[in-house]
Protein backbone atom coordinates (compact mmCIF):
# COMPACT_ATOMS: atom_id res chain seq x y z
CA UNK A 1 0.00 0.00 0.00
CA UNK A 2 1.29 3.77 -0.70
CA UNK A 3 0.35 5.78 1.84
CA UNK A 4 0.52 9.87 0.59
CA UNK A 5 0.48 11.74 4.01
CA UNK A 6 -0.14 14.92 2.88
CA UNK A 7 0.34 16.48 6.65
CA UNK A 8 3.97 15.70 6.26
CA UNK A 9 4.17 19.34 4.11
CA UNK A 10 2.80 23.14 5.27
CA UNK A 11 -0.80 23.78 3.36
CA UNK A 12 -3.59 25.65 4.26
CA UNK A 13 -5.34 21.99 5.14
CA UNK A 14 -3.36 22.21 8.21
CA UNK A 15 -5.93 24.73 9.50
CA UNK A 16 -8.95 23.01 9.04
CA UNK A 17 -7.25 20.00 10.79
CA UNK A 18 -6.01 22.08 13.62
CA UNK A 19 -9.78 23.03 13.93
CA UNK A 20 -11.74 19.79 13.90
CA UNK A 21 -8.99 18.78 16.90
CA UNK A 22 -9.81 21.63 19.05
CA UNK A 23 -12.30 21.40 21.52
CA UNK A 24 -13.76 24.76 21.69
CA UNK A 25 -13.85 25.17 17.59
CA UNK A 26 -15.57 21.57 17.85
CA UNK A 27 -18.44 23.21 19.54
CA UNK A 28 -19.42 24.07 16.25
CA UNK A 29 -21.19 20.98 14.56
CA UNK A 30 -21.69 23.38 11.29
CA UNK A 31 -17.78 24.58 11.40
CA UNK A 32 -16.83 20.73 12.05
CA UNK A 33 -18.93 19.05 9.12
CA UNK A 34 -17.73 21.93 6.80
CA UNK A 35 -13.79 21.47 7.68
CA UNK A 36 -14.10 17.71 7.29
CA UNK A 37 -15.56 18.60 3.89
CA UNK A 38 -12.94 20.90 3.22
CA UNK A 39 -10.13 18.52 4.02
CA UNK A 40 -11.98 15.88 1.61
CA UNK A 41 -11.90 18.27 -1.14
CA UNK A 42 -8.08 18.69 -0.34
CA UNK A 43 -7.45 15.20 -0.51
CA UNK A 44 -9.89 14.22 -3.55
CA UNK A 45 -7.94 16.74 -5.49
CA UNK A 46 -4.41 15.54 -4.65
CA UNK A 47 -5.64 11.86 -5.15
CA UNK A 48 -7.43 12.97 -9.11
CA UNK A 49 -3.41 13.15 -10.01
CA UNK A 50 -2.74 9.61 -9.97
CA UNK A 51 -5.86 8.74 -12.55
CA UNK A 52 -5.88 8.11 -16.13
CA UNK A 53 -6.20 11.29 -18.88
CA UNK A 54 -6.61 11.47 -22.56
CA UNK A 55 -6.52 14.42 -24.39
CA UNK A 56 -9.82 16.06 -25.95
CA UNK A 57 -10.77 18.66 -27.89
CA UNK A 58 -13.17 21.21 -26.37
CA UNK A 59 -14.88 23.96 -28.49
CA UNK A 60 -14.94 27.56 -27.38
CA UNK A 61 -17.21 30.39 -28.28
CA UNK A 62 -13.84 31.76 -30.21
CA UNK A 63 -11.79 28.63 -31.33
CA UNK A 64 -10.97 24.84 -29.90
CA UNK A 65 -8.14 23.97 -27.42
CA UNK A 66 -6.83 20.05 -26.43
CA UNK A 67 -7.15 18.98 -22.92
CA UNK A 68 -6.06 16.42 -20.67
CA UNK A 69 -9.36 14.98 -19.22
CA UNK A 70 -10.20 12.45 -16.79
CA UNK A 71 -11.43 8.81 -18.04
CA UNK A 72 -11.46 6.48 -14.92
CA UNK A 73 -15.06 5.25 -13.46
CA UNK A 74 -14.84 6.18 -9.97
CA UNK A 75 -17.30 4.77 -7.11
CA UNK A 76 -17.04 6.41 -4.50
CA UNK A 77 -17.93 4.31 -1.19
CA UNK A 78 -18.67 6.27 2.16
CA UNK A 79 -18.53 4.59 5.88
CA UNK A 80 -22.10 4.93 7.70
CA UNK A 81 -22.49 8.20 9.54
CA UNK A 82 -19.22 9.90 10.01
CA UNK A 83 -18.13 9.60 6.38
CA UNK A 84 -21.02 11.41 4.83
CA UNK A 85 -18.81 15.29 4.96
CA UNK A 86 -15.71 13.66 3.81
CA UNK A 87 -17.78 12.08 0.86
CA UNK A 88 -19.36 15.72 0.24
CA UNK A 89 -16.12 16.92 -0.03
CA UNK A 90 -14.87 13.82 -2.62
CA UNK A 91 -18.48 14.62 -4.07
CA UNK A 92 -17.81 18.33 -4.55
CA UNK A 93 -14.69 17.36 -7.37
CA UNK A 94 -15.91 13.95 -8.32
CA UNK A 95 -19.10 14.87 -9.32
CA UNK A 96 -19.70 12.35 -12.52
CA UNK A 97 -18.61 9.79 -9.65
CA UNK A 98 -21.09 6.60 -8.44
CA UNK A 99 -21.82 6.40 -5.21
CA UNK A 100 -21.98 3.57 -2.55
CA UNK A 101 -22.92 3.18 1.09
CA UNK A 102 -22.39 1.48 3.69
CA UNK A 103 -23.21 1.23 7.87
CA UNK A 104 -20.18 -0.12 9.58
CA UNK A 105 -20.29 0.52 13.84
CA UNK A 106 -18.47 -0.54 16.99
CA UNK A 107 -20.44 -2.93 19.22
CA UNK A 108 -19.41 -2.94 22.57
CA UNK A 109 -20.48 -5.49 25.17
CA UNK A 110 -21.39 -3.07 28.75
CA UNK A 111 -18.19 -1.25 29.61
CA UNK A 112 -15.48 -3.45 28.05
CA UNK A 113 -12.81 -1.89 25.51
CA UNK A 114 -12.83 -5.19 23.41
CA UNK A 115 -15.42 -4.77 20.55
CA UNK A 116 -16.29 -6.12 17.22
CA UNK A 117 -17.46 -4.06 13.82
CA UNK A 118 -20.83 -4.85 12.73
CA UNK A 119 -21.86 -4.31 8.81
CA UNK A 120 -25.50 -4.14 8.05
CA UNK A 121 -26.53 -1.80 5.55
CA UNK A 122 -24.85 -2.26 2.08
CA UNK A 123 -25.86 -0.16 -1.19
CA UNK A 124 -23.38 -0.24 -4.04
CA UNK A 125 -22.93 -0.51 -7.67
CA UNK A 126 -20.99 -2.61 -9.80
CA UNK A 127 -17.52 -2.22 -8.87
CA UNK A 128 -15.96 -4.20 -11.45
CA UNK A 129 -12.81 -3.06 -13.31
CA UNK A 130 -13.62 0.39 -11.56
CA UNK A 131 -11.63 3.18 -9.01
CA UNK A 132 -13.32 2.34 -5.44
CA UNK A 133 -12.31 5.10 -3.27
CA UNK A 134 -13.57 4.37 0.50
CA UNK A 135 -13.97 7.14 2.58
CA UNK A 136 -13.25 6.74 6.41
CA UNK A 137 -12.29 9.99 8.43
CA UNK A 138 -10.97 8.24 11.30
CA UNK A 139 -8.85 5.24 10.04
CA UNK A 140 -8.30 3.76 13.83
CA UNK A 141 -7.93 0.30 14.52
CA UNK A 142 -8.21 -0.52 10.90
CA UNK A 143 -10.64 -3.29 11.07
CA UNK A 144 -13.88 -1.21 9.89
CA UNK A 145 -12.18 -0.84 6.55
CA UNK A 146 -11.64 -4.94 6.66
CA UNK A 147 -14.66 -5.45 7.39
CA UNK A 148 -16.01 -3.09 4.79
CA UNK A 149 -13.81 -4.57 2.40
CA UNK A 150 -14.98 -8.35 2.69
CA UNK A 151 -18.56 -6.95 2.11
CA UNK A 152 -17.47 -5.61 -1.20
CA UNK A 153 -16.24 -8.31 -2.69
CA UNK A 154 -19.77 -9.54 -4.13
CA UNK A 155 -20.13 -6.38 -6.11
CA UNK A 156 -17.26 -7.35 -8.45
CA UNK A 157 -13.01 -6.56 -8.23
CA UNK A 158 -12.47 -2.78 -8.62
CA UNK A 159 -8.90 -1.86 -11.05
CA UNK A 160 -7.86 0.31 -8.02
CA UNK A 161 -8.64 0.96 -4.18
CA UNK A 162 -8.04 4.60 -2.72
CA UNK A 163 -8.89 4.97 1.05
CA UNK A 164 -9.34 8.49 1.94
CA UNK A 165 -9.32 9.40 5.36
CA UNK A 166 -8.89 12.35 7.80
CA UNK A 167 -6.67 11.27 10.60
CA UNK A 168 -5.46 7.63 10.91
CA UNK A 169 -3.46 6.05 13.64
CA UNK A 170 0.15 3.72 12.53
CA UNK A 171 -1.64 0.52 14.13
CA UNK A 172 -4.63 0.86 12.00
CA UNK A 173 -2.88 1.69 9.26
CA UNK A 174 -0.13 -1.00 9.61
CA UNK A 175 -3.41 -3.79 9.39
CA UNK A 176 -4.63 -1.84 6.85
CA UNK A 177 -1.60 -2.23 4.71
CA UNK A 178 -2.03 -6.14 5.31
CA UNK A 179 -5.23 -6.87 4.63
CA UNK A 180 -5.48 -4.66 1.36
CA UNK A 181 -3.92 -5.44 -2.43
CA UNK A 182 -1.15 -4.27 -2.30
CA UNK A 183 -2.35 -1.60 -5.35
CA UNK A 184 -3.97 -0.17 -2.78
CA UNK A 185 -3.12 3.78 -2.10
CA UNK A 186 -4.08 6.01 1.13
CA UNK A 187 -4.52 9.50 1.27
CA UNK A 188 -4.68 11.11 4.73
CA UNK A 189 -3.83 14.63 5.91
CA UNK A 190 -2.83 13.61 9.63
CA UNK A 191 -0.98 10.52 11.32
CA UNK A 192 -1.10 10.11 14.89
CA UNK A 193 0.88 7.47 17.00
CA UNK A 194 -1.23 5.77 18.90
CA UNK A 195 -4.55 4.32 20.06
CA UNK A 196 -6.74 4.21 23.55
CA UNK A 197 -7.62 1.11 25.37
CA UNK A 198 -10.74 1.59 23.40
CA UNK A 199 -9.01 1.94 19.98
CA UNK A 200 -9.39 5.79 19.42
CA UNK A 201 -6.94 7.83 17.97
CA UNK A 202 -4.88 9.58 20.82
CA UNK A 203 -4.77 12.64 20.32
CA UNK A 204 -7.28 12.59 17.53
CA UNK A 205 -10.29 14.51 17.38
CA UNK A 206 -12.75 12.27 19.63
CA UNK A 207 -15.87 10.29 17.76
CA UNK A 208 -16.06 12.44 14.60
CA UNK A 209 -19.75 11.51 14.05
CA UNK A 210 -21.28 12.71 17.09
CA UNK A 211 -19.51 15.53 16.56
CA UNK A 212 -20.79 15.79 13.22
CA UNK A 213 -24.03 14.76 13.71
CA UNK A 214 -24.46 14.95 17.57
CA UNK A 215 -24.13 12.22 20.17
CA UNK A 216 -26.12 8.59 19.88
CA UNK A 217 -27.90 6.25 22.85
Request: charged fraction near 25%; aromatic fraction near 8%; include cysteine.
Amino acid sequence: MTVHNLGESNSLMNKFIAEIRDVNIQKDAMRFRRNVERIGEVLGYEMSKSFQYESSEVTTPLGTKEMSLPTDKIVLCSILRAGLPLHQGLLNYFDEAENAFISAYRHHKGAEDAFEVIVNYFAAPSLEGKILVLTDPMLATGRTLENVLKSLKKHGTPSQIHIVSVIGAQEGIDHVQKVFPENTHLWISAIDPELNARGYIMPGIGDAGDLAYGEKL
